[in-house]
């Protein structure tokens, strides 16, 4: 299978690219997402080695860096805990409902890329991210999209 591309946000209060970066190996699982469109995503399509933008949402909105996906999807087994802010009593581990993928720390950009710059670089205006109203947590982009958006993190601010 070809390697795909991936954004996935987090809200840095809750888990940051450096509390990835933090992690054993640099790597730990994504876990919590509770919307079924970015489930699929995280049980039928993200593969190992899969890139991924990471994004920091909410106050400051912006992608930091990126990570790849180090194990494909599988249960999510925060969801069977009920003392976890992502449980959810329908799930059970014979017949789990949400998933989630491990990933591992690859980069951090030299400055961050917030919504109001990513709208204004060239090769970016389909990008979902950019649409309105988009509030999925995990979302395919494009290798271009990729590529470009790396591209402009490298770069010195």
Partial sequence: MAKRYWLIKSEPTAYALDDLARQTDQTDHWDGVRNYQARNFLRDEMQVGDGILF??????????GTATVARAGYPDHTAWDPHSDHYDPRSTPQ?????MVDIRFA??????????????IPGLAHMILLRRGNRLSVMPVSAQEFEIIVAAGAAAG
């Avoid at 017949?95 to 998933?99: A, D, K, T």
């Fill in 107 to 120: 980069s951090r950009f030299k400055r961050p890329l917030p919504l109001s710059e990513l709208r204004r």
């Fill in 55 to 64: 994004y920091h949402s909410r106050f400051k909105p912006a992608v930091v």
């Fill in 95 to 99: 017949n789990p409902i949400w998933f």
